[in-house]
Structures are given as C-alpha cells and as structure tokens.
C-alpha cells in the first residue's frame, strides 16, 4: 500500500488553535459517542465547523443515532448533510472480542467504513479513517509509515485490510490515521486510563502486561491533530500518537502517580501469562516524524498530558459533557 501524504495547504498550521478556522467545514463524525470521536465532535464545534456526531448504542442527546450497517441510513445522512468531510473514529475496537468474532471484526471494521467511504466520495466528502500500530508485528518497534505490516490479530488485519481498500476506492480523499493506546477524558469512560484508575481507587490490583511496548497517545491531541490536518487538506498516511515509545506498566505506573494512586497496586506480568484472546504486538510504536514535520510540538508528553487529564476532568465547562466516570480527586 502506498503511504503517501500530502498536505494542500501548509500555511493554515500557523494558524493558533484558539483562532476559528479559516475555511468553516461541514463535518460528520461517526462514531462521535468514541473517545477520540467525541473530541473531534467537540473540537471541530470550538474551531467553528458544523458538525453532526453520531452514537451507535450509546446515546448522547447532542448526536444523532447511526448504525453503519444501517446502508440506507448512512446514504441517507449524508445525502442530508453533504459534508466536506466525514470523520469515522469508529468500528469493533474491543481487540479480544475481534477475534472471537472476525465476521463482526470485519463488518465493522471494514465493509461498514468502505461502505460510508463510497457514499461520501459519490457526494465529493473527504474521510478518515482511524488505524492502529496492531497492523504491525510488534518484532522491530518504532515504526514509521513506511515499515512493513504484518497484523498479528483480526483487528489489525480487519484495519490494514481497510487501509488498503479505502485508499483504492479514495485516492488523495482520504486520510489515514493510525494512533494506539488511546488514553484520556472520554464520554463512556471506559478506556485503559479509567480501568486503572477505578482499580486502583478501590484498592484493587490490576495486572498490566509487562512486554508491550507502544506509544501512549491523549486522545484530546489525537482529535486536535487530526482537525487541524484536515483543514490544512492533508491526504495519505501519517501516525498520530504520543512522542514516547514505553511499556504499559511504565504507562500504568505514569497515570498511577498522577492521580495520586498507589502505584504498588500494578502487577507486571508477560503477555504469554496473561490469556489475552488475542495476540499483541509486543516491540511496537509509532514515529511521528511525519506530524513533527508539518506540525510540531501538537502532541504532548505523559506527564503533560496527565496534568491536562485531571484538569479536563475538573473543568466546569466540561463536567456535563463528560461521563461522571471516575471519583477520584481533580
Ligand atoms: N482506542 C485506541 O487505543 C485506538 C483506536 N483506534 C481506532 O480509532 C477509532 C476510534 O477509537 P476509539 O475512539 O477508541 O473507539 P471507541 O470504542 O471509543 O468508539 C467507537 C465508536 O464507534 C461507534 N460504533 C460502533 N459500532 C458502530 C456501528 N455499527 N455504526 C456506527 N458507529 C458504531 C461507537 O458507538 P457507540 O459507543 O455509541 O456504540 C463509538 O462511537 C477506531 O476505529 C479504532 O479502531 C486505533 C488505534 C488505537
Ligand atoms: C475497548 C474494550 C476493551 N476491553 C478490554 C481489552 C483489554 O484487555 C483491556 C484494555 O483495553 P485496551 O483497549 O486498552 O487494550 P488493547 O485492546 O490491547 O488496546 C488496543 O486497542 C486497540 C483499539 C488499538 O488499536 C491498539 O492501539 C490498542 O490501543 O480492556 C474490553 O473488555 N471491552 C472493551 O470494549
């Protein structure tokens, strides 16, 4: 697969981030009940964009219910909204699950995604479409966007099978994004950051496995760097993830400090001990030296990040839209 990338209009990522964007967008987000989707939902309303978000099964009375099974009703949105541009931070993202079910896995993960794709470049939309470091086998680490894949699991097949696929039927429309290890304030509340955290508050120990190295990456910044390529028109493949490369325990042991939680509650323990369903790449992580290029400095450290974590959850402004997830002290 070709992994080029383009951007149209460099200039625009001088722009500052509390500026309105230049060019206001039609946007929909599908998938806008996701953690990365719900930022992107919210972002693209700050930057002054018009958008629609849509849930699956978790509704929130700003988005409007989609299933992207749901062809007709896909067809039918977008026919509605004629967007510039649809987002799909969405898919089966429940890596264990995926491979018990690969037809789901595959469902969700590629035909529905290719399926919208098709409907938004018939109405002349760019997509995106959000991939991962699983396309990867996890033997050499610190992968670039031109390293070649190798997916260990369905999920990471089911998501370079659609890298591949999109690009065919999208050409320079779209924009491939591959993030991992998505962290941070989200609406349901239930990634990796929120387990931990909700463990360690009541005193229970969580078992991290102690051999997966990858990139820890703020959802928040995730949202922030892919709104800003795209109004810069940015096309191809870029990753979009944290600048450090660790393991989960050192990952575990970060969030743990930073919330005042015992970080003795956290277990190493290898990933051939665990039964996880399915196979993780262990040396993984992405190299960001593409986004470092256009747009320096967007994607912050851990600790930063961590700090900005527990301030998003104390933010006024913030405390409705969030999910009233965690209780410990902000
Ligand atoms: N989280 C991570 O660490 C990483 C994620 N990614 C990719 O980024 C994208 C976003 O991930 P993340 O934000 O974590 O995902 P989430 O699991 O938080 O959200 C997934 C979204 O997809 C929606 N969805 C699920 N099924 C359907 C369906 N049939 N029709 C329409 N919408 C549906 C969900 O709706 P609802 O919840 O309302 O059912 C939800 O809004 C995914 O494509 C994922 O593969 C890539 C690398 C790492
Ligand atoms: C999302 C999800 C996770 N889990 C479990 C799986 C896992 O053991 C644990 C932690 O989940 P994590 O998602 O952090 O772990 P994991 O599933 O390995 O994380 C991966 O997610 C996918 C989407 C990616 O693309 C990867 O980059 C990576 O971030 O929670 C569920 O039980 N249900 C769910 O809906």
Known sequence: MSTQFSVARPAVFSAQWDAKAETPLRAVVVGGSGQIGGWLFRYLAERGHQAVGTYSSQAFSDLIALDAADLDAVTALLRAERPDVVFYPAGFTWVDGCERDKARAYAANLEQPLHVART????GARFVYFSTDYVFDGVKGRYSEDAPTNPLSVYGQAKYDAEVALAE???DRLLTVRTCWVYGPERQGKNFSYQLIRALEQGKPMICPSDQVSSPSY???VARAVLLLVEAGASGLIHVVGPEIMDRVRFARAIARAFDLDESLITATPTAELGQGAPR???AGLLIDRLESCKPGLMRSLDAA???FRAKLGA???RSWLAPALTTRS
């Open 120 to 123: 938004a470049a018939d109405l």
């Open 169 to 171: 039927v999208l050409g």
């Open 219 to 221: 959802g928040p910044d």
């Open 281 to 283: 790449p262990l040396n």
């Open 306 to 308: 961590l700090e900005d």
């Open 316 to 318: 006024p402004e913030l």
